[in-house]
């Protein structure tokens, strides 16, 4: 924001250092974590709010202005193409590092009494046809982003091709969506605040001493999406020409709602906001941002790869080379049906486990350390989608970091 004395990153990380600090105090003081928590969940419904007529507005006058039904084909196959590869070698990073540090080795923990519901994946046919909104009203008030992005391009292919008539509603969508991204901004300037609250509730709630004896677990998890960054994300930003500290600094306000809220969703926005002022295009960025957030969930897949040895340590089952394998193939599929909100990767992790025979129980050996594990991934999901879109737009050679420059200076 302009005129202000320090910048919102700046602000949120305050924020977040501040929540830390009161949360852990809270035990001491006696105060009630629940306080805390609807400073934070306004943030979220704030944020959450924006999600649905950015993402309709921008992606309508996206692919309104592409045109050209190949060209986005094209983006489609790239985006896709990205997502699938980068999930799997997300899930390989977690299986590797998991095999050598052998996070769960030496520990059994009582799981006595403790249930974990199995979840049944949808079958494929009917995942696709769920795609085709019957009621495109329904989906946006259901914000089902895979049937608002299909109905979104069609309807924006369907404006390109009428020609004059057309012209006053594209202007609308393409004004719409520049009064979305200022009622964004307007949002985030109760960031810092809401970061606060998030953090202040999620640290007086879990505490240190739930972390103590599952500390190598999560470490590994920590250690696992930094490499991600480093061997993936960090190689992809440079093709673009961006630096790794630029890239950064441009998500940071993302990886901060990432962190805190653990919602990719609520990240959404924010992210969608950011890659364009780094540089990435409208269209593309509207079309694999919002898709991303729905389908690509690298740090869900790498968390679900060290959690399948994990347990399949403590529990004493063996993991050969061809189970591995199975981990990393319903791993990339049980992340592409997470959903953006907090603990998603919990409860589609049982796909995983049922498959390599690991016992449901299990789930309760890491619940207690979920949240802080999906503060790591969320933020992974989260860079994942940006580092999309950034590549796929220097794919499509209408990255520009001076547009991006320019966008934010108007804002
Ligand atoms: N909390 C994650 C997200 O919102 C999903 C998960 O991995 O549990 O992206």
Do not use: W
């Not at 901060?256 to 919602?263: L, R």
């Not at 990339?332 to 997470?338: D, E, H, P, R, T």
């Amino acid at each position: 924001m302009k005129g202000a004395r320090m910048s919102l990153p700046t602000q949120m990380a305050i924020g977040m250092v501040l929540g830390i600090i009161v949360g852990a105090a809270t035990p001491m003081i006696g105060f009630n974590p629940s306080y805390y928590q609807p400073i934070g969940q306004l943030f979220i419904n704030l944020v959450r709010m924006v999600v649905v007529p950015l993402v309709l507005t921008t992606l309508v006058a996206g692919a309104a202005s592409v045109g050209d039904v190949s060209r986005l084909g094209r983006v489609a196959g790239k985006t896709l193409t990205y997502y699938l590869a980068t999930t799997a070698i997300a899930v390989v990073i977690g299986l590797i590092l998991a095999n050598i540090v052998q996070p769960g080795s030496g520990l059994s923990i009582s799981t006595e009494g403790l249930k974990a519901k199995d979840v049944t994946p949808p079958s494929l046919v009917s995942v696709l046809l769920n795609i085709v909104p019957i009621n495109p009203m329904d989906a946006l008030s259901k914000g089902n982003m895979l049937q608002i992005i299909f109905f979104a391009l069609l309807f924006g292919f369907g404006l390109s091709t009428v020609g004059e008539k057309g012209k006053p509603v594209l202007n609308f969508f393409d004004g719409a969506a520049d009064v979305m991204i200022k009622v964004t901004g307007f949002v985030m300037l109760y960031a810092p605040i809401g970061v606060f609250g998030l953090m202040a509730y999620t640290v007086a709630m879990h505490g240190l001493s739930v972390l103590l004896p599952l500390i190598k677990l999560v470490g590994v998890m920590y250690v696992a999406c930094l490499l991600q960054i480093l061997i993936v994300y960090l190689p992809c930003v440079k093709f673009t020409g961006l630096s790794a500290s630029q890239f950064l600094k441009g998500l940071s306000p993302s990886m901060m709602i990432a962190f805190t809220t653990c919602s990719s969703a609520a990240a959404l926005s924010t992210t969608l906001l950011g890659v364009q002022r780094l540089g990435a295009s409208r269209p593309v960025a509207s079309f694999s941002i919002p898709l991303g957030n729905t389908i690509n969930m690298d740090g869900a897949a790498i968390y679900m790869g060290i959690a399948a040895i994990f347990a399949a340590e403590v529990y004493g089952i063996p993991m050969p080379l061809d189970r591995q394998l199975t981990v990393i193939l319903l791993a990339v599929l049980a992340s592409i049906g997470s959903m953006g909100v907090p603990g998603a990767a919990l409860i589609m992790i049982t796909m995983v486990f049922t498959q390599v025979g690991i016992p449901l129980e299990a789930i309760a050996l890491v619940a207690g350390v979920d949240r802080i594990m999906d503060m790591a991934r969320t933020t992974i999901n989260v860079l994942g989608d940006a580092t999309g879109a950034v590549f796929v737009s220097k794919l499509e050679n209408d990255f520009d970091p001076a547009r991006g420059a320019r966008m934010a200076e108007a804002e």
